[in-house]
């Protein structure tokens, strides 16, 4: 049964959205090789955590006007990865990603607000095609001519049809909490 729960966690995939939070003034490319998106769900109340091996997207991110911050993230959501090709093929099927249907999540930044590594940011995630509104903190490192860019959010996996048929719709087994978590690190130019 911890199969399927990893597939609640693909609601988390949502959270990669939250990796394009913030870039320099010019678009700048994710750097995915140091990046990662990550998505922990509950099932039976015990902590799963999975990380969504393919993503990309870029960021626009000044530190002097971070109001203007845009971004985009791409997942791929056959890619989440749960340590186990069995509960990986679960969660990239029909009752969870339906990853063949809906291939991508995507999360748009719409927005920042706050100074320093006080930031609230805002946008849209879409999940099998739903698009939601989102605000989470972010906070962001330069150092090493490099922006780092951290944040975690928490979605409800059923607002998305993720595992919402079925058994697995029963929160008691697989909460419905999924707690994304994300960092993204691109050039600071």
Known sequence: MIHRSVFSRSAAVAGLVFAGLAAPA??????TSQSEVKATFKQFNVPVTGNFKKFAGDVQFNPAKPAETKATLSVDTSSYDLGDPEYNKEVAGKDWFDSKNHPKATFTITGVTGTGNNLQ???DLTIRGIKKPLKFPVKIQTAGGKHT???KTQVKRLD???GADGEWGDTSLVADEVV???KLV???K
């Open 186 to 188: 691109m050039p600071a």
């Open 121 to 123: 940011a805002t946008g």
């Open 149 to 151: 860019l951290t944040g």
């Open 180 to 182: 994304i978590d994300f």
């Open 26 to 31: 010019l678009a700048a490319p994710i750097d």
């Open 160 to 162: 998305y049809k993720v």
